[in-house]
């Protein structure tokens, strides 16, 4: 028996992570068969679970949402039809190591390729997880810097790995008040799952050293509406007490949240928790999560249900990360639904036709 104590520990969920089908199998009661799957797969790709998110899971449900997040199917080795390699050509737009740059004023910091929980739709699966160990040493860090320095267009710094969160505070501060150091560093975001996997490890600690670095903003990653538990809830309003603005960005995933219902619930409970919906994800083309994918038109549909629905901060914009690293591209309903030389027929969330003038 854990108690409280070990379990609010961020250390304790870490060191206590699920890596292996005999520990999973305590928590799920897993068939011989589905055992040996979960072997299979991790041939290719770790798992972690913290033991507050396997919590979560429903262990009789193999279809329970949060379950399908973090236990690996054996439809990950499959490799679809249009699965690529590098879905997001980030080999090819990084300048630096530890730097990739696809946008005019904004560029991706890579710290560390730990995260607390592997996500199965992990978009970086080809990468992420594969040295626990790794933290950008200190001299790749300082050509990454001299890059964004050197770089004065950048405004926008976006710190990411694997979970930038994981590391220990004093390693995550020396980086980020590095990228604070550069004068035309206007803001600083961090990419995190740790409030939906991990939420014990915003502590004082990591609010007090945030709230020197301002203008910073974190982005989360919360995929469904069970992931809001009070705990998490907690986490994403401390960060908010430490003054940071938090966004969420959510992938759309068959048979988690694929359907508008849930993706509202969802949605509306960001909101409460403080932290803005910024996107929905369509699942981008890394080899063994096919089956993760929804059609775009899912996407679209349930994104017209939401607008004017809901408060327009609850609704996010949806986007494809275009393959092959073209940058993201919005995936809209087109409201407009005829035009001519006079007037524009526009479409309102109703369905009813009204006109405006072209000029
Ligand atoms: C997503 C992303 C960004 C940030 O894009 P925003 O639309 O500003 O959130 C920046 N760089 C890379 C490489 C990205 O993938
Ligand atoms: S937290 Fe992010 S980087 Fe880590 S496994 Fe999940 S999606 Fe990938």
Redesign the pocket.
């Known amino acids: 028996m854990t108690d409280r104590k070990e379990w609010n520990s961020w250390k304790w969920q870490f060191a206590n992570r699920i890596t292996t089908a005999e520990e999973l199998d305590r928590v799920l009661h897993l068939s011989p068969s589905e055992k040996d799957n979960i072997s299979c797969c991790l041939k290719n790709f770790r798992m972690a679970i913290t033991p507050y998110y396997a919590s979560l899971m429903d262990p009789e449900d193999p279809d329970c949402p949060i379950r399908r997040q973090a236990v690996p199917s054996i439809l990950e080795t499959v490799r679809g039809e249009f699965d690529l390699d590098d879905p ?1 050509g ?1 080999v090819r ?1 990084n300048p630096v190591p530890y730097v ?4 005019p004023d ?3 910091l890579l710290v560390t390729l730990k995260c607390s929980m592997y996500c199965r739709h992990c978009t970086r699966r080809r990468v992420v997880g594969e040295n626990e160990e790794f933290i950008i040493p200190q001299p790749a860090l300082d050509v990454a810097l001299d890059y964004i320095r050197r770089h004065t267009e950048i405004r ?1 710094v ?1 710190i990411s790995g694997g979970d930038p969160f994981v590391l220990p505070t004093d390693r995550l501060e020396h980086i980020i008040s590095s990228v604070r150091a550069i004068e035309h560093v206007e803001i600083i ?1 961090i990419g995190t799952r740790v409030p939906v996997v991990m939420p014990m490890r915003i502590d004082k600690e990591l609010t007090d050293m945030l709230r020197k670095y301002h203008p910073l903003w974190v ?1 989360t990653h919360f995929n469904h509406p069970k992931e809001l538990t009070p705990e998490a809830v907690r986490a994403c309003e401390a960060l908010a007490d430490a003054g940071i603005p938090l966004g969420n960005q959510t992938v759309l995933l068959k048979g988690i949240n694929d359907s508008t219902p849930v993706m509202k619930e969802l949605l509306l409970k960001l909101v409460k928790a403080r932290v803005r919906p ?2 929905i994800f369509q699942c981008d083309l890394s080899v063994g999560i096919s089956h993760f994918r929804v059609p775009v038109q899912t996407g679209i549909d349930i994104m017209h249900d939401l607008i004017g629905n809901i408060s327009g901060y609850a609704v996010p914009k949806y ?1 494809v ?1 275009a393959p092959g690293g073209g ?2 591209v919005p995936l809209n309903y087109n409201y407009i639904v005829s035009k001519d030389d006079r007037e524009l027929t526009l479409e309102t969330y109703t369905g009813r036709l009204y006109k405006y003038p072209v000029r």
Do not use: S
């Open positions: 997001l980030e737009y990739v740059q696809r946008y904004r560029a991706l926008d976006l975001r982005n910024y996107y986007a990360d940058g993201k």
